[in-house]
């Protein structure tokens, strides 16, 4: 079972001297304490400037396992910390908000999934990384959105596979691969309610734009994209297209990163169904400035797993990453 330092409101609590620059406190800390800071795309925009590396969750995975670094602070989400501890044991890693959690991990429960991997026992299980370490453990391969169909198409055409938690990557890279999985009943909040009313009449109001949607998206908004990817991989795109105008349906976080690289076009968010103009992830914007410098500061809330959990969970990832390799991922 996963242990925590769980502290007051989930991070240390701390008043900070408002006329600090964090910037550069926060360089003057990973100076000191040979620390590293992996931040997701979906951050906020001043987290991802001061990271010393942006990525999705293969890329991230990838840093994480080949760091030399002592401490790692991971702006993102809970799994993705629990990630970093996996395959860096000896490393310290740390976590700016601990109620960072993510709702498709939260939709696969351990107990829940073991009984219903067990109700296919002639299955592998391939598992999206957004999922919690119990159901790593429960796993045969974890892929990523960014190498999901590959890591399917890698096994042989009549092996079954089970996939979990994710049924809208799912049922995607079924669409791909050609292959029969059984899906896991799992779904990402910000990907579910991207709605396909609004995006048709965005899509009126800018007829030269390109819409670039994640695969977490549900099946009707991506049978409106006109390029469906990972996150790095609607980064890529949008930066190498011809193009100058892009709807992006994933969350928002990534625009920052997509005008950074390509100054020169527009970027417009999906619209949600709801009142907001563009689909954030509560969860992820927990993580704010002022907590990456307390996190690296006390060096706490820290995040710890019980060695024999890690082990398990280790399996599965080794596995994606020497495929990623192999394939040139």
């Not at 991070?11 to 408002?18: F, H, M, W």
């Not at 001043?46 to 002592?70: H, N, P």
């Not at 993705?80 to 960072?100: F, G, H, Q």
């Not at 009943?185 to 709605?195: N, Q, R």
Request: charged fraction near 25%; glycine fraction near 4%; charge should be negative.
């Amino acid at each position: 079972m996963l242990t925590v330092d769980v502290l007051k409101n989930g991070y240390a609590p701390k008043s900070i001297d408002p006329s600090l620059d964090l910037f550069a406190e926060i360089a003057r800390l990973k100076k000191e304490k040979n620390a590293i800071i992996l931040a997701h795309y979906y951050q906020d925009s001043d987290i991802q400037d001061i990271a010393d590396y942006i990525g999705d969750s293969l890329g991230l995975s990838q840093q994480a396992a080949k760091t030399k670094a002592d401490v790692i602070v991971f702006a993102g989400v809970h799994f993705m910390a629990e990630t970093a501890k996996i395959l860096c044991p000896d490393k310290k890693v740390l976590l700016p908000d601990l109620r960072a959690g993510c709702s498709l991990a939260e939709s696969c429960p351990a107990d829940r999934f073991e009984l219903f991997k067990n109700a296919h026992p002639d299955h592998i299980v391939i598992s999206y990384i957004n999922c919690t370490a119990e159901i790593k453990a429960l796993t045969d391969i974890i892929c990523t959105s960014s190498n999901a169909v590959q890591i399917v198409e890698s096994l042989p055409k009549n092996q079954k596979i089970i996939f979990a938690p994710d049924k809208n990557l799912g049922r995607w890279v079924m669409q791909k691969t050609g292959r029969d999985m059984v899906l896991w009943d799992g779904a990402c909040m910000v990907h579910e309610i991207f709605s396909r009313e609004k995006i048709l009449r965005l899509q009126q109001r800018y007829p030269n734009a390109l819409l670039i949607a994640h695969p977490e998206c549900e099946q009707p908004v991506l049978e409106l994209a006109d390029f469906i990817g990972s996150t790095t991989a609607l980064l890529n795109f949008a930066i190498k297209s011809d193009k100058k105008e892009f709807i992006v349906a994933t969350e928002s976080g990534i625009l920052h990163q997509m005008s950074k690289s390509a100054p020169d076009k527009t970027f417009i968010p999906a619209p949600p169904n709801n009142s907001c103009a563009c689909n954030d992830c509560p969860h992820m914007k927990l993580n704010t400035l002022e907590k990456v410098y307390l996190c690296l500061l006390q060096e706490t809330p820290e995040l710890l797993m019980e060695e024999e959990l890690r082990r398990k969970a280790e399996t599965p990832i080794r596995r994606m990453l020497e495929i990623s390799a192999t394939l040139g991922l």
